[in-house]
């Protein structure tokens, strides 16, 4: 009869033998550092009764918001114009499609990370004529260290823990056999996160004509989580 490789192949021992035992842990890590990127949306306004008028001042007031924003330099890390909208108001009353005024709206991104100058531009932007602004949103960079950071004490929690077993037993580890992030095997889907904080402000058109102090925004600390698995061999300990 011939056998097939996988039916030559030995089952594999998920809890290892008596002459090499298994130890399975978990390593865990948590870091609190501070933000490296504040994210502020911009939203420009503007209303008229004629489609053209409320176009000219939407542009206007765009460009006036993206000069701002481009003073700052270095401070500013990333700018991008997202939705675009001009929308007709019909009248409530009356017979036909009669329209009333014209809406019309931008929406802007901008990350900073330069948080001294974010309080200032936050406060400028908010003085200008019919314009929004929301946030800020405190985050870290996907490549940030501190994800580095989390995962190595994580794996070292593991180890520390696995020895610890181990001692308890009288013996100590022998090899490694398996390293694995939570859910790799089975990823599951991933959950945005929770805004870092909120500041919204909008200014009229006809406020009070006077420079606004910079706001003082203090950065939200930002929580790193890293979780492993990890799996070692242990020498036979004398029981």
């Not at 009869?1 to 002459?19: F, I, L, R």
């Not at 911009?42 to 007031?61: E, I, P, S, Y």
């Not at 329209?99 to 709206?105: D, L, M």
């Amino acid at each position: 009869m011939t056998t097939s490789p996988e039916e030559a192949q030995p089952a594999a021992v998920p809890y290892g033998t008596p002459e090499a035992p298994r130890i399975a842990v978990r390593g865990e890590a948590h870091l609190e550092v501070d933000p490296e990127i504040a994210r502020i949306g911009v939203t420009v306004l503007a209303r008229g009764k004629d489609r053209r008028a409320a176009l000219d001042d939407l542009t206007r007031r765009n460009t006036t918001v993206l000069d701002l924003v481009k003073t700052y330099g270095e401070a500013v890390e990333r700018l991008e114009t997202g939705a675009f909208s001009i929308t007709p108001e019909l009248k409530e009353k009356g017979r036909g499609e009669r329209i009333q005024a014209y809406h019309g709206r931008v929406h802007i991104t901008a990350e900073l990370t330069d948080f001294t100058a974010l309080g200032e531009l936050t406060t400028r932007l908010a003085d200008l004529d019919l314009t929004r602004v929301d946030g800020p949103w405190w985050s870290l960079r996907p490549d940030s260290p501190a994800h580095k950071r989390a995962r190595q004490k994580a794996v070292k929690e593991a180890v520390q823990r696995a020895r610890e077993y181990a001692e308890a037993l009288g013996t100590t580890l022998a090899a490694l056999v398996e390293l694995a992030d939570i859910g790799a095997e089975a990823p599951q889907p991933v959950r945005p996160g929770a805004p870092g904080g909120l500041m919204r402000s909008a200014r009229a058109k006809g406020a009070e004509e006077t420079d606004a102090a910079p706001l003082d925004l203090e950065p939200q600390r930002q929580r790193v989580y890293a979780q492993v698995n990890a799996r070692f061999t242990m020498l036979p300990p004398q029981l």
